[in-house]
């Protein structure tokens, strides 16, 4: 049975308590149940430094009936609180869980699949205390931990960059006034991707500034099927939300990768236009779209599979996922550009004490 209270709070004088001065905080961790939120609050609770006013867990699992069954730490059990998500994606969540805090001069977004490192709330605390006035938010330092001894596959390599990803929601501190200013997170974005630049560039719009933090958060690789590329291919269509919102420039701002949208978008034209001749009786037509998107996918294919470890399953599953990504890719931003085709772009209205717009946070 989980161990989690429902109305969790912090003893008056407790020990390693922030206080309620500017510098404390809550920490809101959005959770699907994986086993990892047990580690992420086990490494919270053994932190040296100030401990949060409050933790709130968001219980975003489609079925919450059953208590999530992770033991919470004997530290933390009497300011940890269990609100109910909507399911509706991590923006979302996060959304309910910094709304659930309280009057906290600082909301703390965690994801359940981290691990703080053994300094993180005395580092956090000085990160918090230097950071300028106008600073909506401080970012962590995110380490990801990959295998000794080979080549990480395309999966690791993609979990890798969010260590140099800016603004990520993995760890990062936001003011609870900055959030209350450009309302939170933008829950159409239901993927936990692209909805903390979103936020990043809205807070920054409004006037704010970010500012890098020292903390050092680890986030393991988790494990992952072969499929899980091929997935990650939805996000072409938040892209098409970003550029609605925030202008074609955004991925410069952003600090974002583009991504090899345009050769998927190459490939799969070959592909249907040699389906289209084949049908039309155009044989060397269709025969030369078919070398071209034989020659797109096999580049797109050894593009990924050469800096792996080059195991037998690791080059199956790229040669699979390469002939399926570039059309999936295509799809989503189709759909994308469907769904969002009405989105006005963001108009932010200044924080009158926020005049001035600086970006400059490093990656």
Same mark, same amino acid.
Request: hydrophobic share 40%.
């Given at each position: 049975?989980?161990?989690?209270?429902?109305?969790?709070?912090?003893?008056?004088?407790?020990?390693?308590?922030?206080?309620?001065?500017?510098?404390?905080?809550?920490v809101?961790?959005?959770?699907?149940?994986?086993?990892?939120?047990?580690?992420?609050?086990?490494?919270?609770?053994?932190?040296?430094g100030?401990?949060?006013?409050?933790?709130?867990?968001?219980?975003?699992?489609?079925?919450?009936d059953?208590?999530?069954?992770?033991?919470?730490?004997p530290?933390?059990?009497?300011?940890?609180?269990? $609100?109910?998500? +909507?399911?509706?994606?991590?923006? @979302?969540?996060?959304?309910?869980?910094? !709304?659930?805090? &309280?009057?906290?001069? #600082?909301?703390?977004?965690?994801?359940?699949?981290?691990?703080?490192?053994?300094?993180?709330?005395?580092?956090?605390?000085l990160?918090?205390?230097?950071?300028?006035?106008?600073s909506?938010?401080?970012?962590?330092?995110?380490?990801?931990p990959l295998?000794?001894?080979?080549?990480?596959?395309?999966w690791?390599?993609?979990?890798?960059?969010?260590?140099t990803?800016?603004?990520?929601t993995?760890?990062?501190?936001?003011?609870?006034?900055?959030?209350?200013?450009?309302?939170?997170?933008?829950?159409?974005?239901r993927?936990?991707?692209?909805e903390?630049a979103?936020?990043?560039?809205r807070?920054?719009?409004?006037?704010?500034?970010?500012?890098?933090?020292?903390?050092v958060?680890?986030?393991?690789?988790?494990?992952?099927?072969?499929? $899980?590329?091929? +997935?990650?291919?939805?996000?072409? @269509?938040?892209?098409?939300?970003?550029? !609605?919102?925030? &202008?074609?420039?955004? #991925?410069?701002?952003?600090?974002?990768?583009?991504?090899?949208?345009?050769?998927?978008?190459?490939?799969?034209?070959?592909?249907?236009?040699?389906?289209?001749?084949a049908?039309?009786?155009?044989?060397?037509?269709?025969?030369?779209c078919a070398?071209?998107?034989?020659a797109?996918?096999?580049?797109?294919?050894?593009?990924?599979?050469?800096?792996?470890?080059?195991?037998?399953?690791?080059?199956?599953?790229?040669?699979?996922?390469?002939?399926a990504?570039?059309?999936?890719?295509?799809?989503?931003?189709?759909?994308?550009?469907?769904?969002?085709?009405?989105?006005?772009?963001?108009?932010?209205?200044?924080?009158?004490?926020?005049?001035?717009?600086?970006?400059?946070?490093p990656?």
């Amino acid at each position: 049975m989980s161990e989690f209270t429902r109305q969790g709070r912090r003893r008056p004088g407790a020990r390693g308590s922030s206080g309620d001065g500017g510098g404390a905080y809550a920490v809101v961790v959005p959770t699907l149940g994986r086993p990892s939120l047990g580690a992420c609050l086990d490494a919270l609770a053994r932190c040296e430094g100030p401990m949060p006013v409050r933790v709130v867990v968001v219980d975003d699992r489609p079925e919450p009936d059953v208590p999530l069954e992770h033991e919470v730490p004997p530290s933390l059990r009497e300011r940890t609180t269990v $609100v109910r998500g +909507r399911a509706a994606g991590p923006a @979302a969540a996060r959304n309910t869980g910094w !709304r659930a805090a &309280g009057a906290v001069p #600082w909301i703390v977004f965690l994801d359940d699949d981290v691990v703080p490192g053994p300094c993180w709330a005395d580092d956090l605390a000085l990160d918090l205390a230097t950071a300028p006035p106008d600073s909506a938010g401080v970012t962590a330092r995110i380490e990801v931990p990959l295998p000794a001894g080979r080549r990480p596959t395309d999966w690791e390599r993609n979990t890798a960059g969010l260590a140099t990803a800016r603004w990520i929601t993995a760890d990062m501190a936001y003011r609870r006034e900055a959030l209350e200013t450009v309302d939170g997170f933008d829950e159409r974005f239901r993927r936990a991707f692209r909805e903390d630049a979103d936020l990043a560039l809205r807070v920054l719009s409004a006037g704010w500034t970010l500012t890098a933090g020292t903390r050092v958060t680890r986030h393991p690789v988790r494990p992952a099927d072969r499929w $899980v590329s091929l +997935r990650l291919q939805a996000g072409n @269509a938040d892209d098409v939300l970003m550029t !609605r919102r925030h &202008g074609r420039d955004w #991925w410069e701002r952003a600090g974002a990768s583009r991504g090899r949208l345009p050769g998927h978008l190459a490939v799969t034209a070959l592909a249907v236009t040699g389906l289209a001749c084949a049908a039309l009786g155009r044989p060397r037509a269709a025969a030369l779209c078919a070398a071209g998107w034989l020659a797109g996918t096999a580049e797109f294919a050894l593009a990924r599979i050469l800096p792996g470890p080059r195991t037998r399953d690791e080059m199956v599953g790229m040669a699979l996922t390469s002939v399926a990504i570039p059309p999936a890719a295509v799809w989503h931003r189709l759909r994308g550009e469907v769904a969002y085709r009405g989105t006005a772009r963001f108009r932010p209205t200044a924080h009158p004490e926020h005049a001035t717009v600086a970006e400059g946070v490093p990656s």
